[in-house]
């Protein structure tokens, strides 16, 4: 019997060439698409960085400034001279006065009017799109926790389910690293118990939270011992609490106090960069505001500054108000969905791990 010889299937060709050399092709145009747009983007920054677009210049520097994982963009293109005097002429007024609680009288205005509790309110900026939660009662905004902290934090739906609450927000100093979110950084207080104490830690840190009357306190830590915060909560009645930072240089570009007894922030120059943020605010009736906003690049946004964040809580009313935090951790949870989530990408649909975050019961 004549035996056919069997041979092996020849490799797959398209127009002489092998799959294995159109993939490799693939990947080099791919590759140079990659270094192209990297080139482009590097071209793009030292232009804003030069002197010759002073504002793009400004505007850049004091953003990333106050970014978690980005600082160093400005000193690849700056000397750390260059960027203190940028941070310097775009920074704030110091409003460090205590805050009035007469001013703030619960329930005083619109006694008997048929309010909703809570209302959903957007509002738009010329960079910037935010969500206002205001909320008539203030007994209903506490602080939730993951308290005895850990290594790995909650995203924000978490914190809002697992208390039976209806809505949250993010705030305060935590580490963010990694995206690990279980240590707060400053001061915790929740429900009246100090969970975290450690102000030296950090410099310029603010005490963001309400008494046990209700009232918004805004309140700088500066010099403060872990003794002296103990003593503060317990004369102050304070019962839910975060801190945030407040520092203007080439390391860190944070700031806090917006509006104290109704007088507004000054700014010099900009002010702030533009970035996610979330603040917090109370009119004089004791309705408490909660605000964030998107950036980063969010549906075409840069962010908001330090004064649209003045100026958005003094049209809601506001007679005291704080920034609570900015970035990729600008978060708002209400009703089973986020209404404001994080800006990076794999965490379109939900928020940063935190440790703790401002909920309504």
């Given at each position: 019997m004549q035996q056919t010889e069997i041979q092996a299937?020849?490799?797959?060709?398209?127009?002489?060439?092998?799959?294995g050399s159109v993939c490799a092709r693939a990947l080099a145009v791919l590759a140079a698409v990659f270094v192209a747009l990297a080139a482009t983007l590097m071209i793009a920054m030292h232009m804003m960085c030069s002197d010759a677009f002073p504002s793009a210049q400004q505007v850049f520097v004091t953003t990333v400034l106050e970014t978690g994982q980005l600082k160093f963009l400005a000193s690849w293109f700056l000397s750390s001279e260059k960027i203190q005097a940028i941070v310097d002429e775009n920074s704030m007024q110091a409003l460090d006065a205590e805050v009035d609680a007469g001013l703030i009288q619960i329930g005083a205005d619109g006694a008997g009017e048929a309010q909703a509790d809570i209302e959903i309110q957007e509002v738009s900026g010329a960079t910037f799109t935010g969500t206002m939660m205001i909320v008539k009662d203030p007994t209903r905004i506490s602080l939730a926790t993951i308290y005895p902290w850990r290594e790995n934090g909650v995203?924000?739906?978490?914190?809002?389910?697992?208390?039976?609450?209806?809505?949250?927000?993010?705030?305060?100093?935590?580490?963010?690293?990694?995206?690990?979110?279980?240590?707060?950084?400053?001061?915790?207080?929740?429900?009246?118990?100090?969970?975290?104490?450690r102000p030296q830690d950090h410099v310029g840190l603010v005490l963001i939270g309400f008494t046990e009357e209700n009232i918004l306190q805004i309140i700088n830590l500066a010099g403060m011992t872990a003794g002296d915060v103990e003593?503060?909560?317990?004369?102050?009645?304070?019962?839910?609490a975060v801190t945030f930072q407040?520092?203007?240089?080439?390391?860190n570009n944070h700031f806090v106090q917006l509006i104290i007894n109704n007088e507004p922030r000054e700014m010099n120059g900009l002010g702030s960069g533009l970035n996610p943020?979330?603040?917090?605010?109370?009119?004089?009736?004791?309705?408490?505001l909660l605000f964030v906003t998107d950036g980063r690049g969010k549906s075409g946004h840069l962010g908001a500054s330090s004064g649209d964040?003045?100026?958005?809580?003094?049209?809601?009313?506001?007679?005291?108000?704080?920034?609570?935090?900015?970035?990729?951790?600008?978060?708002?949870?209400?009703?089973?969905?986020?209404?404001?989530?994080?800006v990076t990408f794999y965490h379109s649909n939900s928020s940063w791990k935190l440790p703790a975050g401002f909920i309504v019961r």
């Open positions: 299937p020849a490799p797959q060709r398209w127009k002489g060439l092998t799959v995203s924000l739906d978490v914190l809002v389910q697992e208390n039976n609450a209806v809505a949250g927000i993010n705030g305060g100093l935590y580490n963010s690293y990694n995206n690990s979110g279980g240590s707060p950084y400053g001061v915790v207080v929740s429900h009246g118990e100090i969970q975290y104490n003593r503060l909560v317990e004369e102050q009645r304070i019962r839910d407040e520092e203007s240089s080439d390391v943020r979330t603040a917090i605010g109370q009119r004089a009736d004791g309705t408490v964040l003045v100026s958005v809580m003094q049209e809601f009313g506001a007679v005291n108000a704080a920034n609570l935090d900015g970035g990729s951790s600008s978060c708002m949870y209400y009703n089973g969905e986020y209404l404001m989530t994080s």
